[in-house]
Structure formats: structure tokens, C-alpha cells
């Protein structure tokens, strides 16, 4: 015979989940006990559950309160059609395109794999070398290294577990040489990518942080290093940088509908 539903012990957790998301405010133990009807006990053991799988996080109140996690946040931005990411930061990306006169690009976190999802050229020019929809290699592409770098632990070493392909004369493949540039990333705020991805090619990626979400996007611009060099290095992390508040109000409001249309 089929459990009701509510007897389910996963329904508990998405009850706690929907009531938080529901209330669009941060709620207290007591709060979420009597909107769920659950006694406080069993609440306080279903909170720390969710909490220790990143689900939900503590909040305001001397950390008594409770709101939607990280990790449940970047779900949902996960499941995000990259069509429509790509329709929302493609005037961005053209526009920084002409500035620079080179390819740039947007890429995201799934998982613990970084995927570019959108890319623009510079007018009457033909050269792409970021195509949406490649899977970027952590120790190799700018991009994935400017998100890499602000992810956990687990999620590096996820990220880094597989083999690690030298594909040019500058690719690193010793993982805490890798880890070591991260550390290097974090401190100035953007990565660089030279010779490492294919020799004669060079890519330059800042970071884009959302509130809540933390850094699971970057923009980056790519090129022929002879050409990518006749800007300085700092002159293009600036213009890259100039686009991030732009992308991050594209990119949360995205966010923002999924979570609308979502169960949550």
C-alpha cells in the first residue's frame, strides 16, 4: 500500500523548505515549528539536518533564524535554460565585445564542472573560441579558474579529481599547483589563462558574485595573446569588471524566476 504523502520523511524537509521560501523573510525555530505543525523538537532535529546539507543557513536574530541556503539557491540557478541566460547577458557581452575587440564569454557553475553558456564576438570579426556549451577545464580556462577559486573545498577536489590533460606548453595539471593559483586568484580578484589552453591563445575571467549565491558565474575575454596583449592585463580586468554589476542584476533576476516558478 502507498504512504500518504505527508507520511513521507523527505515531505517533512520540503514542508520546512516551502514554508521559508513561502514567508520571504527569515523565521526562528518556533516560527517554522507552528507554520508546519510539527512539535519544536522534531522541527530542531529537521532544521540541523538541513542545515548540515547546506540546504538552509542560519541568518539574522544571534543566528536563530533560518533562511535558504546556498546550496539549494544554486540549484536552482543550475536548472536555469541557458537559453535563457544567454538572452539576458548577450547585450552585455556584445557591447564588451567592441570595447575589447575580442571574444567574450559568460560561464557558469554545474555541479562542480564550469560550463560556458554565452558568447559574443566583435563586429565584422569571426573569431570564437569560447563556444557555448564546452565544459572548461578547472586547471586550464581563465573562466573556470576565476570560479574555482572562491569554491569549498569539496568542490575543488571534485573538480580536480579526474585527469588533468596537459593540452599546452603552460598547462598545470599538479593539483596544488592548481590550488596554489587559486589562492593567487582570490587575492587579486580575476585569473588569467596563457598558452595553457591551446598554445597562442590567451583568455583573462573575473569573477561575478551574487548576493546569497556566491561566485557560480564568470565573464572572461579571449584571443590570440599577441592580440589580447595590445590592452594591458589591468586595463581589461577593469572593462570585465565594469560589466559585473550589469551581469549580476541579469543574472539574479534569473535566479529570482526560477525560484518563482520552482516548488520551492
Not at 535558504?68 to 565585445?97: C, E, F, M, W, Y
Not at 572593462?239 to 518563482?260: H, M
Request: net charge neutral; with cysteine; aromatic share 4%.
Amino acid at each position: 500500500m502507498a504512504k500518504d504523502r505527508a507520511e513521507l520523511p523527505l515531505e517533512r524537509y520540503f514542508n520546512i523548505l516551502e514554508n521559508i521560501a513561502i514567508s520571504g523573510s527569515e523565521l526562528n525555530t518556533s516560527a517554522i515549528a507552528k507554520t508546519c505543525d510539527y512539535p519544536v523538537g522534531t522541527t530542531h532535529r529537521l532544521l540541523q539536518n538541513l542545515l548540515e546539507t547546506q540546504l538552509l543557513e542560519k541568518s539574522g536574530n544571534g543566528g536563530k533564524n533560518y533562511q535558504l541556503g546556498q546550496r539549494l539557491l544554486r540549484l536552482l540557478h543550475a536548472g536555469t535554460n541557458s537559453v535563457k541566460i544567454a538572452i539576458a547577458v548577450q547585450p552585455i557581452l556584445d557591447n564588451l565585445a567592441n570595447e575589447l575587440n575580442d571574444t567574450c564569454y559568460l560561464a557558469r557553475l554545474v555541479g562542480h564542472k564550469v560550463v560556458s553558456v554565452a558568447m559574443a564576438l566583435p563586429i565584422d570579426d569571426v573569431r570564437g573560441h569560447i563556444v557555448p556549451g564546452r565544459t572548461l577545464a578547472p586547471n586550464v580556462a581563465a573562466s573556470a579558474k576565476a570560479i574555482m577559486a572562491f569554491q569549498s573545498d569539496e568542490i575543488i577536489e571534485k573538480a580536480l579529481a579526474g585527469p588533468l590533460e596537459k593540452s599546452a606548453s603552460e598547462t598545470k595539471t599538479d593539483r596544488e599547483e592548481i590550488k596554489r593559483e587559486y589562492g593567487i586568484i582570490r587575492d587579486r580578484k580575476y585569473a588569467t589563462c596563457w598558452n595553457e589552453m591551446e598554445n597562442g591563445l590567451g583568455a583573462i575571467a573575473v569573477p561575478i558574485p551574487l548576493p546569497t549565491v556566491g561566485t557560480i558565474y564568470s565573464i572572461g575575454a579571449a584571443g590570440f595573446i599577441d592580440h589580447l596583449k595590445k590592452t594591458s592585463e589591468s586595463r581589461i580586468v577593469e572593462l570585465l569588471n565594469s560589466k559585473v554589476p550589469q551581469l549580476t542584476k541579469a543574472l539574479t533576476g534569473i535566479g529570482a524566476n526560477t525560484s518563482t516558478n520552482s516548488s520551492f
